[in-house]
């Protein structure tokens, strides 16, 4: 099984996925589930650049990461599948491809409907319903940094 992490973060690929979980967990290659990033050559170039030499990325769209989901587990190698926003992760807990998975859920910061949770989480009430679907499908949690203590789902809600 080479997905060595499944994370939801709006900035998907930045210092703390790339050294801080990346390197803590030999991460060769990362999935970017994201439908706009999917569709735009010149933004994949941009976003693959933070990577270096090190590890690769490939971008696709959720229908199609569902299709291709047992092709991706086979890859050789550690990988990281991450998505900006928890509707697209529940999207792949819905197709399926997150049975038994642990789903880490690290930044996300302030905006319109969302609530403090941790200094570097704030959720809607709507991105709640999204991780406890989620929930149902594998393990969901909060965590900014592998060495950080991990924030279980009961304690995530928006009060």
């Given at each position: 099984m080479p997905f060595e992490l499944?994370?939801?973060?709006?900035?998907?690929?930045?210092?703390?996925?790339?050294?801080?979980?990346g390197n803590r967990l030999g991460l060769q290659f990362y999935v970017i589930v994201d439908e706009v990033l999917a569709a735009s050559d010149w933004e994949q170039e941009i976003w693959a650049s933070a990577l270096g030499r090190e590890a690769?990325?490939?971008?696709?769209?959720?229908?199609?990461?569902?299709?291709?989901?047992?092709?991706?587990?086979?890859?050789?190698?550690?990988?990281?599948?991450?998505t900006r926003d928890t509707a697209t992760m529940r999207a792949l807990a819905e197709y399926g491809c997150l049975d038994g998975r642990a789903v880490n859920v690290g930044g996300l910061q302030d905006g319109p409907g969302r609530r403090?949770?941790?200094?570097?989480?704030?959720?809607?009430?709507?991105?709640?319903e999204d991780l406890?679907?989620?929930?149902?499908?594998?393990?969901?949690?909060?965590?900014?940094?592998?060495?950080?203590?991990?924030v279980p789902l009961r304690d995530l809600e928006p009060r």
């Open positions: 499944f994370r939801i973060d709006e900035r998907l690929i930045h210092g703390q996925v790339i050294v801080g979980w690769t990325a490939e971008f696709l769209p959720a229908l199609e990461t569902a299709r291709r989901f047992a092709e991706l587990e086979a890859r050789p190698g550690r990988g990281a599948l991450l403090k949770i941790l200094d570097y989480l704030h959720l809607s009430h709507d991105e709640f406890k679907a989620i929930g149902r499908h594998g393990v969901v949690s909060a965590r900014d940094v592998p060495t950080a203590r991990a």
